[in-house]
């Protein structure tokens, strides 16, 4: 969403369809006050002015504070003289303004204007400054909104910012216990994610000797982080500030403090819920408690898509998860309320998190995060609630995928004597009180034996078991009865049973930990968590608890509807639903139960496919004519600002969040019928009003949930998605590759022919580059048909000739490909013919030589003049760091040895042919200027090469066709005569060359995430 859209504000990011935010309008109000104010009089007047409003009362005086505030924020060139006035008139030492800032900073800092936010780092830094009480609280809250595993450049401001004001105010920093052990548990944290660029390392050596030096100078108030200060230092250990504090740590604590005793102390001690819950922003914290919450068991999935997409979809998010099994493990404490109810429980998404680690480093910390409380749990210090998730996902996954189970039991029994080998006795006895407290409580499990002593399990690690925990190993009560953290107790553990297949994928029991197990080819095993599914289970429809909550007259329309035959009279019992909701006297409260029955009664309308198997006018109209569509119906006949739509759309809204599928649906209505022609931006309204309140969010989302039930139906859509929702759909490659990943070739002509015909566009000059790359790492299928999909449009292929700069040409067959054979229509302009020539010179990789000889066949002169130009470009540059920088890429780096590399291959393949590329004036003009300047070592790699341009010089009287040939000659003999090995190596690569292109050399492809199995087909 854009800034200044008609109405917007100057302090949160809108667009026009947003309604007003109240905050917003509210501070904007006051600020309109204080300028009525001030504006037009002297200093001292406005002065004057404002005391004496202030001291009308509390209410007057919040006004000022605020107006004040709000012009800090959104006026940087007044706000030292709005803080001074400020500082002047409040009455309660800024309160009013912390507490404003606290808010802003919890609720609205996403949709903040990035002015504002600057402008608020500015305002806290001065209230620092000023040593004004509850400061720290503030500074607390903005580390707070530093997200983990995120280096966007906005993320990295904020943490380098915040890091300054403490840096700078290192005494203020100093005077609050609780601040010094919150920053040192933050920048720890951050330190992982800041390495690669000069910039983040940089950024890193800051935190380091920050955080070294609160650590050495403050250590005891840094001991009540309690022991995830070790989890968080062991990440760090080999940075060489911390390797010396793990030597104090271990060898010297006294050294550190003198009320130090070592690092037992630390880690018998509890982590406090602060610090785990400082490490999630706001968003993620208010989204997973959504999750524990509200969310049912096996609804979850669309909520995971989007909080993966949001925040886990980066390599550098890797480091998140621990952060988020920790937060679930400490914080999220379900009352028995919600424990007794179908909310999805912890467990369930603690191992969602887990499959969605991709490297082995990620698994085993996540892991570690899993159980860190285990390790040195005391059943009087600690709560079962941070130990019971770990055993609730072995014993949920043993049925469905003894492979989850077994890696979490190996992992287990390994990091015993491999935590902290001198504490291992305390690390087992940590274990066993975990598991023996588990057992007595009977809250989880109440006998471990099956669990333990599984014969799904492998020998080794029930015999590791049995070793470790005999105690545990065997049973009197042979069945394990279980009291699972979300109550559906036996029901849940029918649909475990029942359905266990689709639990998980299939996947072969292996571990993931970091001990090198060697399969049979001697490569190291590398575990996978596979995803887990959903699972729904099938269920009479039984509306009868929700009846009695509903009122009579519309009981008893529902129960009609229950009972209705036909589809007729079902729509008119449907309609009367929808009149009695729209009446005045509708109590809104039962819009929640009224969608529950709603749902229950129409399942069968979100089974099987939407769209008709012969699509016409007639069969469409029909396919519309469902029961429940009445409520989109009466949605397109509505003005939007009238009560009734919004009335209509909380029921939406409603069934939504209990049917995932009526977003499609819905979709589908406003695509198919004739009464909502026109009406398609009915569903940004419905989107709005989700619990999601995103449009872009809800598209992909609903998009996918169709992709997964109705491919037909997809493509059918995706014209008027494309169409109607151009700034969602084309700005990334999210959509592009939910569809490519699923449609056949029949489907992919059909899309082709769309945008050939104008229906449908699916990429814009401005994005369409970013997307391709994106796609370099879709399978290959879906990479063939994104490219015919681009290649229907008519962009020039200069917009995206910068790509050639990704592409390798072992890993990105498919993508050069496409690209040659678009090249080779093409007329060479300069910069394409910059970015040919900028690919490493590799002799597998034939792409430049290909297009390059190609260009000397159809556009000889034009080539030359290009490669005359770029030859004398880089020629003039310093020879240590010659590179041409593209307009359009910094990536692009072309060397004057590449170029001369690339030509001497072209060279060798036209040797033995007619053309004479290499005896045209441009060309030849170009060698000579080169090698008069460059030095022996270039000289002597590229004789043959130069050797053209001394034929050029030697003889340039005569006609170009016989100095070509004698340039093509000659070379060859004087070499052959001085440099017997070389000239092997020539011929032979001349020849292959040859061979190269009269007969194009096949290399294996392997599909992306795939076995070799079905090579064939591929």
Partial sequence: AGAGAPGGGRLLLSTSLDAKDELEERLERCMSIVTSMTTGVSE?????????????????????????????????????????????????GMNIVLNKINQILMEKYLKLQDTCRTQLVWLVRELVKSGVLGADGVCMTFMKQIAGGDITAKNIWLAESVLDILTEQREWVLKSSILIAMTVYTYLRLIVDHHGTAQLQALRQKEVDFCISLLRERFMECLMIGRDLVRLLQNVARIPEFELLWKDIIHNPQALSPQFTGILQLLQSRTSRKFLACRLTPDMETKLLFMTSRVRFGQQKRYQDWFQRQYLSTPDSQSLRCDLIRYICGVVHPSNEVLSSDILPRWAIIGWLLTTCTSNVAASNAKLALFYDWLFFSPDKDSIMNIEPAILVMHHSMKPHPAITATLLDFMCRIIPNFYPPLEGHVRQGVFSSLNHIVRSGSCVRHLAPLFDNPKLDKELRAMLREKFPEFCSSPSPPVEVKIEEPVSMEMDNHMSDKDESCYDNAEAAFSDDEEDLNSKGKKKEFRF?????????????????????????????????????????????????????????????????????????????????LPEEVTEESLEESVGKPLYLIFRNLCQMQEDNSSFSLLLDLLSELYQRQPKIGYHLLYYLRASKAAAGKMNLYESFAQATQLGDLHTCLMMDMKACQEDDVRLLCHLTPSIYTEFPDETLRSGELLNMIVAVIDSAQLQELVCHVMMGNLVMFRKDSVLNILIQ???????EQYCAWQLFLAHNIPLETIIPILQHLKYKEHPEALSCLLLQLRREKPSEEMV????????????????????????????????????????????????????????????????????????????????????????????????????????HKMKFSDLFSLAEEYEDSSTKPPKSRRKAALSSPRSRKNATQPPNAEEES???????????????????????????????
């Fill in 834 to 937: 910059k970015m040919v020539l900028s690919r490493p010179c590799h002799p597998d990789d034939q792409f430049t030589t290909s297009i390059l000889r190609h260009w000397c066949m159809k556009h000889d002169e034009l080539l030359a003049e290009h490669i005359k130009s770029l030859l004398i470009k880089n020629n003039s540059l310093p020879r240590k760091r010659q590179s041409l920088r593209s307009s359009s890429s910094k990536l692009a780096q072309l060397t004057l040895e590449q170029i001369l590399e690339h030509l001497d291959n072209l060279r060798l393949n036209l040797t033995n042919t007619k053309q004479n590329f290499f005896s045209q004036t441009p060309i030849l003009q170009a060698l000579q200027h080169v090698q008069a300047s460059c030095d022996e070592a």
């Fill in 988 to 1018: 032979g690569s001349s020849s292959a060359s040859e061979e190269e292109d009269t007969k194009p050399k096949p290399t294996k492809r392997k599909r992306k995430g795939s076995s070799a199995v079905g090579s064939d087909s591929d």
């Fill in 530 to 610: 596979p995803p887990i599914k959903e699972t729904v289970g099938e269920e009479p429809v039984d509306i009868t608890p929700y009846l009695d909550q509903l009122d009579e007259s519309l009981r008893d329309k529902v129960l009609q509807l229950q009972k209705g035959s036909d589809t007729e009279a079902q729509c008119e019992v449907m309609q009367e639903i929808v009149d009695q909701v729209l009446e005045e006297d509708f109590d809104s409260e039962q819009l929640s139960v009224l969608a529950s029955c709603l749902q229950e009664l129409f399942k069968a309308h979100f089974r099987g496919e939407v």
């Fill in 775 to 781: 796609s370099l790492e879709w399978e290959t299928f």
């Fill in 44 to 92: 001292r007047e406005a002065n004057d002015a404002l005391n004496a409003y202030v001291c009308k009362g509390p209410p007057q005086h919040e006004e000022i504070c605020l107006g004040l505030f709000t012009l800090v924020l959104t006026e940087p060139t007044q706000a030292q003289k709005c803080y001074r006035d400020l500082a002047l008139v409040t009455r309660d």
